[in-house]
């Protein structure tokens, strides 16, 4: 791990791929709402920074591609979806990716502020350019099934962004105590 050394141009490559990969799932999806998940922004996040060195750009994202997997997991299992292999592949792939690059770079202190002022700029987009119908990062309404512990939007909304901060916090803990090792 080497967090301020000369920055690997195989990891410019691999955000190349990375970027290519994003659009062209995307395109696939072909609903433009999509591209405001968590998940697909930060992703483009991750392949931005890698492409053009910004090692910080790289945590956020990563720190999110990772959370995200698991928050999307956990969606499809509570939800019962049927089953998408790509958006499995998809999610698991980022999840590496970002594993890989902790490992190459690594962190720097307290990413989770970094990472929640992340989610909260993606909120904003999602609230500004997606469909209401789509509820895209839950900004319009309570999604299943959380709609059973919450009948009220603006304290679930509450419970989330506390809920966000809290996991980002803990997942910044224990990734800085695996990568210091």
């Given at each position: 791990?080497?967090?301020?050394g000369?920055?690997?141009?195989y ?9 290519s ?12 709402d999509n591209?405001f ?12 920074s890698l492409?053009f060195?910004?090692?910080?750009g790289?945590r956020?994202g ?19 979806y049927?089953?998408d292999k ?6 698991l792939l980022?999840?590496f990716?970002?594993?890989?690059c902790?490992?190459?770079i690594?962190?720097?202190?307290f990413?989770?502020v ?5 989610y ?5 987009l999602s609230?500004?350019?997606t469909d209401p119908a789509q509820?895209?990062n839950?900004v319009?309404?309570i ?7 919450f009948?009220n939007?603006?304290y679930?909304?509450i419970?989330?962004n506390?809920f966000i901060l809290g996991?980002?916090?803990f997942?910044?803990c224990?990734?800085?105590k695996i990568?210091?090792?």
């Open positions: 791990m080497n967090p301020f000369k920055f690997p141009n990891l410019k490559i691999l955000g190349i791929f990375l970027l990969y994003t659009l062209i799932t995307n395109y696939l999806w072909r609903e433009p591209y998940w968590i998940c697909h922004v930060s992703a483009f996040l991750v392949s931005g492409i060195e910004f090692r910080k790289i956020i990563g720190l999110w591609l990772i959370l995200g997997t698991i928050l999307w997991l956990s969606d499809e299992v509570l939800n019962d049927s089953s790509l958006s499995y592949f998809t999610h980022y999840a990716i970002s594993i890989y902790f490992r190459r690594g962190l720097f202190p990413p989770w970094g990472a929640f002022l992340w909260v700029f993606v909120q904003l609230l500004k350019f509820n895209i839950l319009y309404s999604w299943p099934p959380w709609d059973l512990l009948s939007y603006f679930f909304q419970f989330m506390l996991i980002l916090f997942a910044s224990i990734s800085n990568l210091d090792e």
